[in-house]
Nanobody, 121 residues
Framework: QVQLVESGGGLVQPGGSLRLSCAASGSIFSDYAMDWYRQAPGKQRELVAAINSGGSTKYADSVKGRFTISRDNAKNTVYLQMTSLKPEDTAVYYC???????????????WGQGTQVTVSS
């Protein structure tokens, strides 16, 4: 079992920055792949960024060059640094953890409760 708690959301003006954090507990954090998803009103939840246990990352095209995912295994925390924010980035942001068995094999998903990000002037 993994427990995840997101923080760092809020209201920011277009062009601004925010850093989201997701603190994990209950298992060996370094063995887990971590993802950030977001869900805007009336839309499906979408993958924003991912980092595996080895530190490899991938991003949705819509956030490449603006968002950076990173992890601190000593603090059991994954971060999402968001810059040059746009109104279309407004959503509830969720982190997800999966045990990383390698060779693209993963365990069950664990989700946090989400944190609201609103980009508006």
């Amino acid at each position: 079992q993994v427990q995840l708690v997101e923080s760092g959301g809020g209201l920011v003006q277009p062009g601004g920055s925010l850093r989201l954090s997701c603190a994990a507990s209950g298992s060996i954090f370094s063995d887990y792949a971590m993802d950030w998803y977001r869900q805007a009103p009336g839309k499906q939840r979408e993958l924003v960024a991912a980092i595996n246990s080895g530190g490899s990352t991938k991003y949705a095209d819509s956030v490449k060059g603006r968002f950076t995912i990173s992890r601190d295994n000593a603090k059991n925390t994954v971060y999402l640094q968001m810059t040059s924010l746009k109104p279309e980035d407004t959503a509830v942001y969720y982190c997800k953890a999966m045990a990383d068995y390698g060779l693209d094999q993963y365990g069950p998903d664990y989700w946090g409760q989400g944190t609201q990000v609103t980009v508006s002037s």
